[in-house]
T-cell receptor, first 115, second 112 residues
Framework: NAGVTQTPKFRILKIGQSMTLQCTQD?????MYWYRQDPGMGLKLIYY???????DKGEVPNGYNVSRSTTEDFPLRLELAAPSQTSVYFC??????????????FGDGTRLSIL | DAKTTQPPSMDCAEGRAANLPCNHS???????VYWYRQIHSQGPQYIIHGLKNNETNEMASLIITEDRKSSTLILPHATLRDTAVYYCIGLTETGGGNKLTFGTGTQLKVEL
């Protein structure tokens, strides 16, 4: 059981380049989330999804896009990379059973530097 | 969701209990208190959560005051591997998922 898998683990981009951070989970969770973490800070929510085909903005969505075509995958797209997007990106997933949310499971993160 | 306040850092001797406090004076009646930890920049790991009653699992105990304005996470026998940043989070469950709002947490250092 792999849980939440993020690729790549590390990436260096040039300003203005684009890339997609991949996230996949094998737990059949409906809910998926993208967070970013800047040095010395807590995680901030970028986007989230409550199921395939449904996404919504979190606290810091500017400069990012997401899609959710399947239950398993929730890719995060950076269209025009900027130095302010240098951060560690975490993907998470959770489920809801008996009307109660289960705790989120997190991936190991993608460390992204924009130079 | 309630704003939570935690001390920035704490130290604990290995084998002793680690008691991590959290203030959440604006917590609402249907808001849960969640605890996560993050070891050395890995992805956060869920520890425990509660609403009104004290909770215990294989990792820790959560003590919530009767007025629910504060809580304490207890690691009963801290080890070096418990060195991490611990986050206390207030969470209201809505139809839009259990979105987490992280503060800066408490850096716990367990020493020999």
């Amino acid at each position: 059981n792999a849980g939440v898998t993020q690729t790549p683990k590390f990436r260096i981009l040039k300003i203005g380049q684009s890339m997609t951070l991949q996230c996949t989970q094998d737990m059949n969770h409906n809910y998926m989330y993208w967070y970013r973490q800047d040095p010395g800070m807590g995680l901030k929510l970028i986007y989230y999804s409550v199921g395939a085909g449904i996404t919504d903005k979190g606290e810091v969505p500017n400069g990012y896009n997401v899609s959710r075509s399947t239950t398993e995958d929730f890719p995060l797209r950076l269209e025009l990379a900027a130095p302010s997007q240098t951060s560690v990106y975490f993907c998470a997933s959770s489920s809801r059973t008996g009307g109660r949310y289960q705790p989120q499971h997190f991936g190991d993160g993608t460390r992204l530097s924009i130079l | 969701d309630a704003k939570t306040t935690q001390p920035p850092s704490m130290d604990c001797a290995e084998g002793r209990a680690a008691n991590l406090p959290c203030n959440h004076s604006t917590i609402s009646g249907n808001e849960y208190v969640y605890w996560y930890r993050q070891i050395h920049s890995q992805g956060p790991q869920y520890i425990i959560h509660g609403l009104k009653n004290n909770e215990t699992n294989e990792m820790a105990s959560l003590i919530i005051t009767e007025d629910r304005k504060s809580s304490t996470l207890i690691l009963p026998h801290a080890t070096l591997r418990d060195t991490a940043v611990y986050y206390c989070i207030g969470l209201t469950e809505t139809g839009g998922g259990n979105k987490l709002t992280f503060g800066t947490g408490t850096q716990l250092k367990v020493e020999l």
